[in-house]
């Protein structure tokens, strides 16, 4: 499924399922009738503002398709108050006064509270109403380091870094950390990163930086040295260091973590040479699988080999069950064009679920000479379990952490292929591709779509937001509000943000 049609697929199936349909649900009961809300679809999209629209109706508040006359309350997203003037004119209302021009986190501060709340702090540009258009058009709001907030969740951060420079230095110090299990200053050095990510400008002097959360003393003395030198001895150290290079080979390795590289430097092992050349370790299975492969796992999964395997798998998953939706997740689901593997959630939207169909996925595979390796985790998930407050936990949705062959595209042909291509019987003809599938009930499948698309340090945050800014703890499967006791049932992302009174976070705004 692509990541814009999935929405929209979703709705479809809850129709299946005889809920009500968006454009339908008139029936809903009218608890707050001195106030009519009118959501504008610009830079918004159909399928979140129906989404949006559903929602506000199904907790008691009027929400008009059009723009009539009754409407009292207009939300926007992403628009600067202009350019809903700009729109508002473009439809022919001339008084604009007679409307709340409000901003998408009064919309959710309502959902949250399940009643409308003063609406006073959030007008859009306020300040703005009687200034006249041609002046403030090219007006471009200006950055406030102190409103950013320290929760990436908070933040919307895409591909396009502007300070690379920084990020990857905090990248190494990060990894060197993790290495050493100092999980503190790894985490400081990883959330200093999301930050710069997220800044709409480079970093040139220390003073660009000031009011930003995240930046403690140690993150501010590799920057200024980058400011000063174009470059940090810290992380420079940190490349040539033996111990680093070798836990950096080490956990190249499928299957290798920091623990096992541990063990193997104790050793007195240094390269991955010397790990093959020693016969006395005992291997795993996935150990094994990830030297056998390695040269083709160490280089990147691309975009057209993701799309690829997606083809593989939603053929093979619809062959046992044609109704599974199939989403990738992981990196690609963010926009990235590479990643180290290839990450997919398959949940059945009918009222049966089948707990074999990854087993009969892999063993269609297996007999298809396709699949290179296999760990089947299966679930352990207890109905009514709280969700997990360790932010780094694995979930325990049934899984299968797996390797897959690839047959390469023909010379004469730019597609990939399912099976061999026999005029090159000799040539390796194939790559080794990583895949994670993961299958969750149709009722968690919102929180496991959120979790798994990441970034790592989206979903930390995330989860922080909800224990220290809701008394909620959120994790793959649920929501629960430790306050009312209850668990937060979602359909889709957009819920879950509703139900954390968070602005919705578009996948490729997540490469925290
Ligand atoms: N994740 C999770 N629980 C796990 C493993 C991963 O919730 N046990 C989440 C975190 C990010 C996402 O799933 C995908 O994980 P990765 O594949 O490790 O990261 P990625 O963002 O897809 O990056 P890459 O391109 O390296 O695959
Ligand atoms: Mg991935």
Request: glycine letters at 4%; aromatic letters at 12%; charged letters at 30%.
């Given at each position: 499924m692509d990541r814009i049609r999935a929405p929209a697929v979703f709705f479809q199936r809850k129709k299946q399922k005889g809920m009500n349909s968006p454009?339908?649900?008139?029936?809903?009961?009218?608890?707050?009738?001195?106030?009519?809300?009118?959501?504008?679809?610009?830079?918004?999209?159909?399928?979140?503002?129906?989404?949006?629209?559903?929602?506000?109706?199904?907790?008691?508040?009027?929400?008009?398709?059009?723009?009539?006359?009754?409407?009292?309350?207009?939300?926007?997203?992403?628009?600067?108050?202009?350019?809903?003037?700009?729109?508002?004119?473009?439809?022919?209302?001339s008084d604009?006064?007679?409307?709340?021009?409000?901003?998408?986190?009064?919309?959710?501060?309502?959902?949250?509270?399940?009643?409308?709340?003063?609406?006073?702090?959030?007008?859009?540009?306020?300040?703005?109403?009687?200034a006249p258009l041609n002046t403030l058009?090219?007006?471009?709001?200006?950055?406030?380091?102190?409103?950013?907030?320290?929760?990436?969740?908070?933040?919307?951060?895409?591909?396009?870094?502007?300070?690379?420079k920084f990020t990857d230095a905090f990248e190494i110090m990060a990894e060197n950390y993790e290495f050493k299990e100092n999980e503190i200053f790894c985490l400081e050095f990883l959330r200093a990163a999301s930050v710069l990510k997220f800044l709409p400008f480079p970093v040139t002097r220390m003073k660009d930086i000031q009011g930003l959360p995240c930046m403690g003393d140690r993150v501010r003395d590799v920057i200024e040295e980058i400011i000063e030198e174009g470059e940090s001895s810290r992380a420079k150290e940190v490349l040539n260091d033996e111990r680093y290079k070798s836990f950096k080979q080490f956990t190249s390795?499928?299957?290798?973590?920091?623990?096992?590289?541990?063990?193997?430097?104790?050793?007195?092992?240094?390269?991955?040479?010397?790990?093959?050349?020693?016969?006395?370790?005992?291997?795993?299975?996935?150990?094994?699988?990830?030297?056998?492969?390695?040269?083709?796992?160490?280089?990147?999964?691309?975009?057209?080999?993701a799309d690829a395997v997606t083809l593989l798998v939603k053929n093979t998953v619809c062959t046992f069950l044609p109704d599974a939706l199939v989403t990738i997740t992981g990196g690609f689901r963010r926009g990235k064009t590479i990643g180290h593997d290839i990450d997919f959630l398959i949940t059945n939207p009918g009222p049966r679920e089948d707990d074999e169909l990854l087993h009969k996925v892999v063993d269609l595979?297996?007999?298809?000479?396709?699949?290179?390796?296999?760990?089947?985790?299966?679930?352990?998930?207890?109905?009514?379990?709280?969700?997990?407050?360790?932010?780094?936990?694995?979930?325990?949705?049934?899984?299968?952490?797996?390797i897959l062959k690839l047959y390469?595209?023909?010379?004469?042909?730019?597609?990939?292929?399912?099976?061999?291509?026999?005029?090159?019987?000799?040539?390796?003809?194939?790559?080794?591709?990583?895949?994670?599938?993961?299958?969750?009930?149709?009722?968690?499948?919102?929180?496991?779509?959120?979790?798994?698309?990441?970034?790592?340090?989206?979903?930390?945050?995330l989860r922080?937001?909800?224990?220290?800014?809701?008394?909620?703890?959120?994790?793959?499967?649920?929501?629960y509000d430790r306050r009312k006791r209850i668990f937060l049932k979602a359909g889709s992302e957009e819920e879950i943000f509703a139900h954390l009174g968070l602005d919705y976070v578009e996948p490729w705004e997540r490469n925290a």
């Open positions: 454009s339908l649900s008139c029936n809903y009961e009218v608890k707050f009738k001195t106030i009519v809300i009118f959501i504008m679809q610009r830079k918004m999209g159909m399928t979140r503002r129906t989404f949006l629209m559903e929602l506000a109706r199904r907790k008691g508040f009027r929400v008009e398709n059009e723009l009539s006359d009754s409407v009292t309350h207009i939300v926007a997203e992403n628009n600067s108050y202009l350019e809903v003037l700009d729109w508002l004119r473009g439809q022919a209302v604009s006064s007679r409307f709340e021009v409000l901003d998408i986190s009064w919309f959710t501060a309502c959902m949250e509270a399940g009643r409308p709340v003063d609406s006073e702090t959030y007008h859009l540009m306020e300040q703005d109403r009687s058009e090219s007006e471009v709001p200006s950055f406030i380091a102190s409103n950013v907030s320290q929760y990436s969740c908070q933040r919307k951060t895409t591909l396009n870094n502007l300070n690379k390795v499928f299957g290798v973590g920091v623990k096992t590289s541990e063990k193997w430097y104790r050793m007195g092992l240094r390269t991955l040479e010397e790990i093959k050349a020693d016969k006395t370790l005992k291997l795993s299975k996935m150990q094994k699988a990830g030297f056998l492969y390695y040269e083709d796992l160490v280089s990147c999964v691309s975009k057209a080999e595979w297996k007999k298809q000479g396709l699949l290179l390796y296999c760990d089947m985790i299966e679930s352990t998930f207890v109905k009514e379990q709280l969700p997990s407050r360790r932010v780094d936990a694995m979930d325990n949705f049934q899984k299968c952490f797996a390469q595209p023909r010379e004469d042909d730019s597609s990939y292929n399912t099976s061999k291509n026999f005029d090159f019987a000799e040539v390796k003809d194939w790559k080794a591709i990583r895949v994670d599938l993961v299958i969750t009930p149709f009722e968690q499948y919102a929180y496991a779509l959120l979790g798994w698309t990441g970034s790592r340090q989206f979903g930390r945050d922080r937001y909800a224990t220290h800014e809701k008394k909620m703890i959120l994790d793959n499967h649920a929501l």
